[in-house]
C-alpha cells in the first residue's frame, strides 16, 4: 500500500498537517498508521468531514438520524 506523510495530505485536502494530525490522532482517516513519529496516511484515503462546518454539521445530524 502506498502511503504519504501529513505534509502531503494537507496539501492534497487543503488544510494544515496539524489538522491532519488531530484527525489521525481521533482515528477518523481508516488505514492511518503511526510509525515512530510519524503518521502514515493511505494515498487513497478521503479526507475526513470536518464537523466545524455547515455541511460537516449536516452530514453529522443526518448520520444520528439514520442510527
Do not use: F
Not at 500500500?1 to 496539524?18: N, P
Not at 488505514?31 to 487513497?44: E, F, N, R, Y
Amino acid at each position: 500500500m502506498d502511503y504519504m506523510t501529513l505534509r502531503e495530505a494537507s496539501e492534497k485536502w487543503g488544510v494544515t498537517a496539524r489538522q491532519i494530525n488531530y484527525y489521525c490522532t481521533a482515528g477518523r482517516i481508516p488505514g492511518a498508521v503511526k510509525m515512530a513519529t510519524i503518521w502514515l496516511i493511505p494515498k487513497d484515503a478521503e479526507k475526513p468531514v470536518d464537523g466545524r462546518t455547515k455541511q460537516g454539521k449536516e452530514q453529522k445530524n443526518e448520520s444520528h438520524s439514520t442510527s
